[in-house]
């Protein structure tokens, strides 16, 4: 049979065409174009030290991104060092830049990551990114349930089913379909027909 990534590239590639027949963007052929602006993140592995990452943020502040993500690199080894740096990124970032945090999928004790996502609380995480592999679902859950912080995850899933169960099991707050992952510019749309169905985003 054929694989959900080839799937995945034979739909992009279909609707590819049909806007090249019908001479119009994708986006205006799924009934887009709401927005003149969407923002943008700058995203980038954690580095080793407070210092780097203060330098890094005000970097990205510099060329005008008004959201950071941090990620995988040294985070989810040492829940202290964890802590400094994303207390130095949420100093280098001030009060007005959305500050997010993508674990990786590296906690295997639900227990850990809760503490650790309480403890990351303090510094206004706009979103806590795949703390554990998205068919975690009673981990995710318990997690959810346990923080204020939203819980994002989903890229590595296939197919809008599981993105049902991520919603209804696992509780999360943002699910986030990979486009060459999930099926598909069509299967994405499902998924987040789905998303909205349950308000989530």
């Keep these: 049979g054929v694989g959900i990534h080839a799937m995945s590239g034979i739909d992009m590639a279909l609707w590819d065409i049909k806007g090249k027949v019908l001479n119009q963007p ?40 008004s959201a950071v993500k941090f990620g995988w690199g040294k985070f989810g080894q040492i829940p202290e060092n964890d802590i400094e740096l994303v207390k130095a990124a949420r ?30 609380e303090d510094y206004d995480i706009f979103f806590f990114e795949e703390p554990f592999p998205p068919d975690e679902l009673t981990g995710l859950a318990k997690l959810s349930q346990s923080t204020q912080i939203r819980i994002a995850t989903g890229e590595r899933l296939s197919t809008r089913f599981s993105f049902e169960d991520l919603i209804v099991k696992g509780k999360v707050d943002i699910i986030q379909p990979d486009i060459g992952r999930v099926g598909g510019i069509s299967e994405f749309m499902k998924a987040a027909s789905i998303a909205a169905q349950y308000g989530v985003a």
């Design 26 to 65: 994708i986006y205006k052929l799924l009934g887009g174009g709401f927005h003149k602006k969407i923002k943008a993140y700058a995203s980038a592995l954690f580095p080793e030290t407070p210092e780097e990452i203060s330098a890094m943020v005000e970097n990205f502040i510099q060329k005008k991104f």
């Design 91 to 120: 100093r280098a970032a001030g009060d007005n830049t959305d500050l997010m945090i993508d674990a990786g999928g590296c906690y295997k004790d639900v227990t850990k990551a809760i503490e650790q996502a309480k403890a990351l």
